[in-house]
C-alpha cells in the first residue's frame, strides 16, 4: 500500500507550530481506486466503485487518527455558504462549500478537481475552516463568509491563516467573453484577472489571483500553494483535463484539516 504524503503549507504550519492542528492538501496518490480514478479519489459523486471512495476516506480520515464518520465533508454547490459544525455532527452532508468547527477530533474536507481548495486555522484560539472556492464561490464571497463563521466560534482575523492548496491556474483556464463580463460587473478591477488568450475573443481566467486578493482584502494572512492542478497528471485530478481528453469522469482529491484530540 502506498502511503499517504500530503502537501503541508509552509505558512500553516509555521503559524500552528505546537497545536494540536494538523492539515494536509491530499493527492490523487495512496488510495485503491483503479483506472482514471487512480488513485485516492475521495469523490461519493464520482462513477467509481463506492467502496473503492469509502476506502480512500478512511484512509485520510485515519491518517488525522480519526475514523471514517468523523471526516466532515459538505455537498458543494459551488455557493458562499459555510454551516458550523458542533461535537454533535453525525455524518451529515450539508448542501454548502465551506464549514468551520472548534470541536477537536472532527476533520473538515473540502473536495476539488481544479476548484481552489482554502484550509482555515487559528491555533491561538483552536478554530479551523475548509472552503471549496470555484469561481462562483471566490466570486461570491465563500472565503470571507468562512472567515467570518470562524470569528462567531472565537477566532480573530488578525490570528487567521489560510492556505489555497492546488488548483487550476491561469495558462490552464481559457473562457469566453461571457464569463469575462459577468466579472467586470461585480468589479471593474476584476479585468487584472483576464489576459488573452490563443482563441480569438477568450481569455485567460486568473483563478487563484482573484482568491488570493480576497483574502487579502478580508485581513488574514495567506499563501497560495502554486500549484497547477491540469498539466501535473501524477499529483492531481482535473476536470477541465479530464474534458479536454474526452474522458467519461473524474477524480476528486480532498484537502482537509482538524484540530486532533488530546
Sequence with gaps: M???????????????????????????QGGVSGGFYGSLNVGIGSNDRREDVLENRRRVAGWFGQPLERLATANQVHSPDVVTLSASYAGERPSADAMVTSTPGLVLGVLAADCGPLLFADAENRVIGAAHAGWKGALGGVAENTIEAMIAL???????????????????YEVGPEFVARFL????????????????????????????????????????????????TTRFFSYRRTTHAGEPDYGRQISAIAILED
Design 154 to 172: 472565537g477566532a480573530r482575523r488578525d490570528t487567521i491563516t489560510v492556505c489555497l492548496g492546488p488548483s487550476i491556474a491561469q495558462p490552464s
Design 185 to 232: 460587473e461585480v468589479d471593474a478591477g476584476f479585468a487584472r484577472f483576464f489576459r488573452p488568450s490563443a482563441k480569438p475573443g477568450h481569455s485567460l481566467f486568473d483563478l487563484p489571483g482573484l482568491t488570493m486578493l480576497r483574502l487579502e482584502r478580508a485581513g488574514v494572512r495567506a499563501e497560495n500553494l502554486d500549484l497547477d492542478t491540469y498539466p501535473d
Design 2 to 28: 502506498q502511503d499517504l504524503s500530503p502537501i503541508t503549507s509552509p505558512l500553516l504550519s509555521a503559524r500552528i507550530g505546537a497545536s494540536p492542528i494538523r492539515h494536509g492538501f491530499f493527492t490523487r
